[in-house]
């Protein structure tokens, strides 16, 4: 079976440019909550959903993919870039996938340019992430589990 990673990045791709860096590294799919809402999940074992954060929380985009997706049973990665990331972020989310029957097995964030509000008149925060190290750490992250999961 195959992986996937459902991800929504808008305010400056941070999040895109990991999770295209990660498809880079392994035989991963990659689908964009903003365009795609509704996928047939059966296909793969491993669900990553990755987002920016608004407002404290991932994009309402990700939230609608999981309750409009069947994830019973599914083992699930999260991952989030935001200007001041926490993992109380993906507190929703969690929620949402234990609610409607997924694994949650890990959770990764990292720092992301953050230009929102009063960041804007400060010419924002974080202006290099994420950086490499984020990046590489993203990496290590997906890849602990991927390796986890095929031994």
Not at 49 to 70: K, L, Q, T
Request: glycine letters at 8%.
């Amino acid at each position: 079976m195959k992986d996937v990673i459902i991800f929504a990045s808008k305010h400056h791709e941070n999040t895109r440019k990991i999770v295209q860096t990660i498809q880079s590294n392994f035989d991963i799919d990659i689908i964009d909550a903003t365009v795609t809402q509704y996928l047939d999940l059966s296909k793969y074992n491993r669900i990553c959903f990755a987002s920016g954060i608004c407002y404290g929380s991932y994009y309402p985009e990700i939230i609608s993919f999981i309750e409009n997706n069947n994830i019973k049973g599914h083992k699930v990665l999260l991952m989030h870039s935001a200007g001041n990331p926490k993992e109380a972020q993906s507190n929703k989310i969690k929620s949402l996938i234990e609610v409607f029957g997924g694994q949650l097995l890990g959770v990764f964030c990292c720092k992301g340019f953050d230009t929102y509000g009063p960041f804007k008149l400060i010419g924002g925060i974080n202006k290099d992430h994420p950086d490499e190290k984020d990046i590489n750490n993203a990496i290590e992250f997906f890849k602990h589990y991927f390796e986890l999961l095929q031994s």
